[in-house]
């Protein structure tokens, strides 16, 4: 099965396949927080998370929404003059806030000529009713997905990254969008302290299973100042290798439904706060083995699915 040049079914190809053109994402800092940093449920986030809320490479919070986009098309027009966008709100908790204030966020995204979607990431304990009413009403309206920070199904590993949440409130918040019809990609990080080949991959099928609109394989990278930091220093766990990483990424396309569209395969942890692992900078070499093994392979996404 193949996605034009690929073997697997990328946001590229679901994006040009809907609009007919190239498609961006534009990330937007909403100005958001998060209830596991402002003590709602925790007081110092997710181990993982950086200072900027996993929002490394979003815009200026300063900036006003419009300015923030207006900034990142001007530096596409020229290259591509005819491209389209959806506006991402990206880093912390992007639901975390009183419905007004979202409601006059998304709409100053969405107003901005050029903008065709929306993809809002957040927490699944983050979604009350009126909130989820919000997002029924954009997604009659616009190409909306919604993000979850899942990372793992395995409750004595989100314990271990302070999630703050358990797999019950994944799953109910998971089926009140998907009930309505709300494009839903789940968020998956794959080296995970403790977790090898066998729980990894468990994961994968569990995210399979729901049949999500998208997936985000993320990999396990230690930045500098966060709390995994001290933990990886003090108490030094297994880190992928570059060959067990593209392998555990082709071993989750395989066993991924088609359907699915996988929005990442890897991680981006910025160049000054990356610790390790260090070949992860070189995101291009890690995107071409992924391909060069699946060819090796002779497979694709969704080879061994149903299993």
């Known amino acids: 099965m193949r996605w034009i040049d690929k073997r697997y079914h990328t946001l590229n190809y679901e994006l040009k396949s809907t609009f007919g053109c190239k498609v961006f994402k534009l990330s937007i800092d909403g100005g958001f927080t998060c209830p596991n940093r402002d003590g709602k449920v925790g007081s110092s986030g997710c181990i993982f998370c950086s200072e900027s809320g996993s929002g490394e490479f979003a815009s200026n919070r300063n900036l006003d929404i419009h300015s923030q986009l207006e900034q990142q098309v001007d530096l596409l027009m020229e290259k591509w003059p005819s491209g389209k966008y959806i506006a991402y709100f990206q880093n912390f908790t992007n639901t ?33 009713d009126d909130v989820l009413s ?42 009140k969008l998907k ?17 090898y080949r ?26 500098k100042n966060t709390d995994l930091e001290s933990y990886y220093t003090e108490s030094p766990f ?19 439904n088609p359907d699915i569209t996988v929005h990442r395969v890897t991680g981006d942890g910025s160049k000054d706060l990356l610790i390790a692992p260090l070949w992860s900078l070189d995101k291009r070499s890690v995107l071409n083995g992924i391909d060069i093994e699946l060819k090796r392979r002779d497979s694709f996404q969704g080879k061994f699915f149903p299993e």
């Open 96 to 128: 975390y806030s009183d419905v007004t204030d979202l409601e006059k966020k998304y709409e100053s995204a969405i107003s901005h000529p050029g903008v065709i979607g929306l993809a809002i990431a957040t927490r699944p304990d983050c979604i009350p």
């Open 134 to 175: 919000l997002l029924d009403s954009l997604n009659k309206k616009t190409y909306l997905w919604v993000e979850l920070g899942l990372q793992t199904m395995h409750e004595d590993t989100a314990k271990v990254i302070r999630r703050g949440y358990d797999i019950e409130v994944f799953e109910k918040t998971f089926s």
């Open 179 to 195: 009930k309505l019809g709300i494009r839903t990609v789940v968020h998956l990080i794959l080296g995970l302290p403790g977790e």
């Open 198 to 223: 066998a729980k990894i991959l468990q994961s994968v099928r569990y995210v399979s299973s729901l049949n999500p609109y998208g997936v985000k394989l993320h990999l396990m990278h230690v930045l």
């Open 238 to 256: 297994h880190m992928l290798s570059k060959d067990e990483y593209i392998g555990l990424v082709c071993d989750s396309l395989e066993i991924l």
